[in-house]
């Protein structure tokens, strides 16, 4: 069965341009996490959908936002971005809000330039 | 502040050596412990621990969980090269608005 898919797989921007990530989610998940990941602070997660609704949120500015579809695939946006978005956005689905069973994609490596 | 916090940072043994990762957190309202192994990208899981003191084991791999020094041990014996990769730990809490909290990790090395 596929995996959580993610594209692009990486991205070049410029300061000030907005960003759009993708993820699907496996077959039947309907619970989408986003986490961003650097070097220094790790793993951070940034939302997690569940049915088309934004369930929880972490501490990441206004700039940072997503959405989820119908068919669970969801998107994240970055708007006017900062060298420091230069990072591995990383995008994990499960069953349901309450399930352990994460399963991450493989990243979309975003650098802002 | 809820936080997850794995030592050591990095790790280097030789094939065969015994390693102990450690994951210490402070949370309100913990609900479980996570293990990942990242090797490229994409972290797979390991273990979920949620009670104290029973240990989960997968080959080569364990991990238990102590509630009351609000911490954990990953252990992997008899090391493998295959075995590099940064071991991620994270923990669900369920107040605030996080739902898994992660440590930076433990990237570990095995040399050949």
């Known amino acids: 069965k596929a995996g959580v898919t993610q594209t692009p797989r990486y991205l070049i921007k410029t300061r000030g341009q907005q960003v759009t990530l993708s993820c699907s989610p496996i077959s039947g998940h309907r619970s989408v996490s986003w986490y961003q990941q650097t070097p220094g602070q790790g793993l951070q997660f940034l939302f997690e959908?569940?049915?088309?609704?934004?369930?929880n949120k972490g501490n990441f500015p206004g700039r940072f936002s997503g959405r989820q579809f119908s068919n669970s695939r969801s998107e994240m946006n970055v708007s006017t971005l900062e060298l420091g978005d230069s990072a591995l956005y990383l995008c994990a689905s499960s069953l349901s809000v309450s399930n352990y069973g994460y399963t991450f994609g493989s990243g979309t490596r975003l650098t802002v330039v | 502040e809820d936080k997850v916090v794995q030592s050591p940072l990095s790790l280097v043994v030789h094939e065969g050596d015994t390693v102990t990762l450690n994951c210490s957190y402070e949370?309100?309202?913990?609900?479980?412990l996570l293990w990942y192994k990242q090797e490229k990208k994409a972290p797979t899981f390991l273990f979920m621990l949620?009670?104290?003191?029973i240990e989960k084991k997968s080959g080569r791999l364990s991990s238990i969980l102590d509630k009351k020094e609000l911490s954990s041990i990953l252990n992997i014996t008899a090391t493998q090269t295959g075995d590099s990769a940064i071991y991620l730990c994270?923990?669900?809490?369920?107040?605030?608005?996080?739902?898994?909290?992660f440590g930076t990790g433990t990237r570990l090395k095995v040399l050949a």
């Open positions: 959908y569940f049915s088309e609704t934004q369930r």
């Open positions: 994270a923990v669900e809490a369920t107040s605030g608005t996080y739902k898994y909290i």
């Open positions: 949370v309100t309202n913990f609900r479980s």
């Open positions: 949620t009670s104290s003191g």
